[in-house]
């Protein structure tokens, strides 16, 4: 893993997006995995400005969302279709044909789930997997006990990630108790995966998922078995990270011997 700290989600957002840029601009048919909620919010931002000022291509991109609320229709405000279409997707020129989001009304659940992992086969797997962290260290919505080698299914959400996600709902709509969610197995094949956390509430998941024990009470500590793995940071979530210190040595060595380094330091300076 890569543990790269920055000042602030700005930073971060930014970062990671000159990122997804790179990709994209070296493989025009790049396959990304998508993540909804406030933390990919900046990175979207910069995405867009980037297709709208800087000729960013998006034409050929394919993406696959990881995750979506059981039985909520994709025109709620609330789902993550919505979000989507708010945040990103209205804003850029990816085909329709080639965004991929659960669908929370499937008639049979099981075999769609089925397609929807069998489509990311087919587009060739993720390049580029984008997530945030639940504050109980859930990727996805994979929460604490999910099996570490979990496929796209339903999952039940714990009550604290409905505590959390109650800001999108309007306050007499109760959130959902079910979701569907890509699996971890499914987020580990991701060629790359980069994980943003950004403020105090994320520091203590980001500690026992970076230096805590690979366990399923923790499902974003399997990111440590993941041979790229790229995590952004600020100083609030990384303020429970013991080693930060050093992670900020490896990050300071490693600017002038690696481009994406070098060039992200003059993006950032
Ligand atoms: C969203 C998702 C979740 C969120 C996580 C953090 O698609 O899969 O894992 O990334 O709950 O949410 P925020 O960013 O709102 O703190």
Known sequence: ??????PDATTGGAYAARM?????????????GLATGSTPIPVYQN???????E???????????LDEY?????????????????????????????????????????????????AIVKAGGIDLQLLGIGGEGHIGFNEPSSSLTSRTRVKTLIPRTREDNKRFFKPEEAVPHHVLTMG???????????????GDGKAEAIARSLEGPLTARIPASILQMHPKTIVLLDEGSASKLEMKDYYRYVYEHKETTHSIHREENELLS
């Open 47 to 53: 995405l867009i400005q980037k297709h709208q000022e």
């Open 70 to 118: 059981l039985g909520l229709d994709p025109s709620h405000p609330a789902s993550y279709h919505s979000f989507m279409r708010e945040h990103l997707f209205s804003k850029l020129n990816i085909p329709q044909s080639q965004i991929h989001i659960p669908d929370g009304l499937a008639p049979d659940i099981e075999a769609h789930c089925a397609a929807y992992e069998a």
């Open 20 to 32: 997804i840029e790179k990709l994209v601009r070296n493989k025009p048919k790049a396959v990304l």
């Open 184 to 198: 971890i197995g499914t987020i580990m094949e991701a060629r790359t995966i980069l994980l943003l956390a950004f």
């Open 1 to 6: 893993m890569e543990i790269i700290i920055l």
């Open 55 to 65: 000729n960013l291509d998006f034409s050929q991109v394919t993406t696959f969302n």
